[in-house]
């Protein structure tokens, strides 16, 4: 699995133009699912996107996590994550799982980032979305697991 995560203030998802998701403070979380993924990538996943410490304390120290300020998140699944662009123009997704495991895969993610008293806001799978957000830094990071 591979997570692009973004610090935000703020961020929505909307489908057919409809707000389906919305956060303050927190991370906009990209989730990426390829073929080979296991429950135990989504959990691992979970963990270290909850623990990430991309927040700042007191001394502007990058030292808290999303949990330790209270924020929240909005996951959005993204096969796009798994493009493959080295051979023409046109990205190949072949390695991108299909629907199926990775809606499971997906849901599984949110629902440990959930038992870990997490507020989460999602997308909708599958459906063409619009992410609006307010990066906050900018931070921006690419999370995998599997390595």
């Known amino acids: 699995m ?4 973004q610090r935000c203030k703020q961020a929505s998802v909307s489908v057919d133009g409809s707000v389906v998701g919305r956060i303050d403070e927190g991370l906009v979380i990209l989730v990426g699912v390829t073929q080979s993924d296991t429950e135990k990538d989504a959990l691992y996943l979970a963990d270290k996107a909850a623990g990430l410490r991309i927040f700042e304390d007191e001394a502007g120290k990058m030292n808290r996590s999303v949990e330790d300020i209270g924020g929240k998140v909005l996951s959005v699944s993204q096969f796009t994550l798994y493009g493959d662009t080295r051979k023409g123009r046109r990205p190949s997704f072949t ?19 959930r038992a870990r008293g997490l507020t989460v806001e999602t997308g909708v799978f ?21 390595e």
């Open 2 to 5: 591979k997570l692009v995560i």
């Open 126 to 146: 599958g459906a063409m979305m619009d992410v609006s957000l307010v990066n906050w830094g900018p931070v921006t990071l690419i999370v995998e697991s599997g």
């Open 95 to 113: 390695a991108a799982a299909r629907p199926e495991p990775a809606l499971a895969l997906y849901e599984a993610f949110n629902k440990a980032l």
